[in-house]
């Protein structure tokens, strides 16, 4: 049978083929039930405690479930395709074998990263060296950023927020090395160990590049010490969400005296670029961090510039960088016990930078053409139950109706992989691992700051085709799936509509619902953040989402750790309306057919929030839960089926769930927003 389909789909290392091993049922198979758990008590439980129990973390992962089930599937393609390219030399100079091959050789190439050391890093640490004065930063900030490294505050260029048809410039707050503000400035126990940890591993990485002991101690302090004063000016995750209060469009001679201390002309000078205007996302950082550039004295910033650049490349360098920088971010950070196999890592190096290159490898052995032709049937059946649902809402007016059904007509769809690959116009060499990833990170940086003044992009996809999963981007006011995500469980081309209505259905629900969310819905048709709504109408919407912030924030799945109900609103909206409409279309698809038979005794409704179950089911360590309760918008896995099902009176009717029962919420706490 499994070869069969593989002809059938004339694919010569077929996914699908893949998957008929992987997944050896269609649909939803009854053995991942817990039925000792009832499902109007805990249907996460029930739906996928069978699976739970007969499942753990690998030793290398931080979190294991749908998501990761699918994500192995496709790296074991990619280490394929990665295996015999680089295992052949003989590839033409510049074909996309050549260029994947010798990258994913070179990494592999462990003796001669050994053997070079830190030599490949000396010219950069050379360069931070020659800070003898504080004046000299925006030149050095300007080279290293134009190198890809990090160091103080990002710049980048994307769509003007407010002229979607024009790029612009953002400067955005950063500097710091730990995954949020909070853990250099909260003081529950948890965040004190992190920070504690987090020194130590900033005096070894120091240590490894040859400071002594001491010296790695006291220099790993004024990082410290820079690092939470950057944290200190740094805004939360929380205002970060919103777009309003993050546009403020600028002159570039504006900066001088609104963030003094640092030339900032200098540095887009030494940036090789001229523009007049650019966007201060977060304006008091950049005080601040003027203030920081004139106060913080050049071996200071010396010291935290050469930890950030060994911090940036330690995947590059000798074993011991690497191990050690797994210590703190894999351990430490996610509770890890192991790290992944050398391979699957230069596989992973190989996704991020030469992402097209592989993909397009990739798409070849890997993507059938009749996912994408019923992904894109579900996709218009689902604009259409959002159509019905707006038309027929009692808490929104006419005049901002239409603006909304006009934005959802106007939703675009990319799917699969992109018309137009990008280039990587660059050296690969076989034998210079870290000069390869160097240069793909300063190709990736230009080409990014070519943009301005040039027109938009509109074809251009921000993940690579293999990826595991899907967007909404705001500015553009268009929907991705990558070929990676359109597979079991997600999308399976064998199973009953009801289980991928739910599945991967949910998916293109929850990226539709988000051009509606509390930020999407800030933005109009042509991606303009530009108010299309009457006030009457904002404040019954808000009315509405205040009620799922309180719903989100009571949930603890950590004992003393909440999920924060307004991080997560923008995901949680498009859980709760994506699930609402995916429905809708899952019922729209049976008009005028008959009912479907029951399958394993269960009926389309109920196999439909299976569907949905089973995409969110995962195994997480405690650790990794905990870092993402503080930097993830989206609430864990449970929470993602319990929060929007128990919203749902459709599930309640599928499950004969009652007053009382906990799945079924009262409707006065209710946000019924589609
Ligand atoms: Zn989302």
């Not at 074998?97 to 070079?116: H, L, P």
Request: glycine share 8%.
């Amino acid at each position: 049978m499994v070869s069969t389909l593989r002809a059938s789909l004339g694919l010569c290392l077929g996914l699908a083929a893949f998957s008929l091993v992987a997944q050896p049922r269609p649909g939803f198979d009854p053995a991942n039930l817990d039925t000792s758990v009832k499902p109007c008590d805990d249907f996460y439980a029930y739906a996928n405690g069978g699976w739970l129990k007969t499942h753990s973390i690998p030793a290398d992962k931080a979190r294991y479930g749908g998501f990761e089930e699918l994500i192995d599937g496709n790296r074991a393609i990619l280490q394929k395709i990665l295996r015999e390219t680089s295992a052949k030399t003989t590839w033409t100079k510049g074909s996309l074998e050549q260029k994947v091959g010798d990258f994913y050789a070179s990494g592999m190439d462990e003796a001669t990263i050994e053997r070079r050391g830190l030599s490949p890093l000396k010219p950069i640490l050379d360069t931070i060296d020659g800070l003898k004065d504080a004046k000299q930063l925006p030149a050095l900030l300007a080279k290293l950023h134009n190198q890809g490294l990090s160091g103080g505050f990002v710049f980048y260029v994307r769509q003007d927020a407010k002229a979607s048809t024009h790029y612009l410039g953002y400067l955005n707050q950063g500097g710091t090395g730990l995954p949020d503000r909070d853990y250099y400035l909260k003081d529950d126990a948890r965040s004190r160990d992190i920070r504690a940890k987090y020194e130590v591993h900033i005096a070894k990485m120091l240590e490894l590049a040859g400071d002594s002991p001491e010296l790695a101690r006291v220099r790993a302090k004024l990082v410290m010490d820079l690092e939470t004063r950057m944290a200190q000016a740094q805004w939360t995750r929380v205002e970060l969400r919103n777009p309003q209060k993050t546009y403020n469009k600028r002159a570039l001679d504006q900066l001088a005296t609104e963030a003094p201390g640092f030339d900032w002309n200098g540095y887009f000078t030494a940036r090789g670029l001229k523009q007049a205007d650019l966007n201060l996302s977060q304006p008091s950082f950049f005080q601040a961090f003027g203030r920081l550039a004139s106060e913080v004295t050049a071996p200071q910033w010396r010291t935290y510039l050469r930890w950030h650049v060994l911090s940036a490349t330690a995947n590059l360098l000798p074993k011991a960088f690497g191990d050690e920088a797994f210590a703190f971010h894999g351990k430490v950070l996610n509770g890890t016990p192991e790290q992944e196999p050398r391979a699957k890592r230069i596989e992973a190096a190989t996704d991020g930078m030469l992402g097209d290159a592989l993909g397009q490898l990739y798409v070849k052995v890997a993507f059938p053409p009749e996912a994408k032709v019923r992904v894109l049937d579900m996709i218009e059946n689902i604009r259409v139950a959002l159509r019905e649902r707006i038309t027929n809402l009692d808490w929104m007016g006419a005049e901002t109706k239409l603006q909304a059904i006009k934005k959802l007509n106007a939703i675009t769809v990319k799917i699969g992989y992109p018309d137009k690959w990008k280039t990587y116009a660059f050296d690969l060499k076989r034998d210079d691992y870290f000069g390869n990833a160097r240069r793909a990170a300063a190709f990736r940086i230009q080409e990014n700051l070519k943009k301005l003044g040039k027109p938009i992009d509109r074809t251009e996809w921000n993940w690579s085709a293999p990826t595991v999963n899907a967007s909404y981007n705001p500015t553009m006011n268009d929907i991705t799936f990558p070929a990676g995500i359109l597979q079991p469980p997600f999308f399976d081309a064998r199973a009953d509509d009801a289980v991928n209505y739910g599945a991967i259905g949910f998916v293109i629900g929850h990226e539709i619902t988000h051009g509606f969310d509390d930020s999407g819905s800030q933005y109009d048709a042509e991606g303009n953040l530009k108010n299309w709504w009457t006030e009457a109408d904002k404040k019954a919407y808000e009315s509405r989402t205040d009620l799922v912030v309180k719903q989100y924030d009571a949930y603890e799945p950590i004992k003393g750790e909440h999920v924060n109900g307004k991080l997560t609103l923008g995901e949680n909206i498009a859980d709760i309306g994506g699930l609402k409409i995916a429905f809708a279309a899952y019922q729209n698809s049976l008009k005028g057919k008959p009912v479907p038979a029951p399958i394993d005794g269960f009926t389309g409704p109920q196999r439909f929030f299976f569907g949905a179950a089973t995409v969110w089911r995962n195994h997480i360590r405690e650790a990794a839960l905990s870092l993402r309760l503080k930097t993830d918008p989206h609430s864990p896995g449970r929470e993602r089926v319990n929060g929007p099902l128990s919203n749902l009176p459709e599930f309640y009717e599928a499950f004969g769930c009652t007053d009382g029962d906990v799945m079924k919420r009262d409707a006065k706490v209710r946000p019924a927003i589609w």
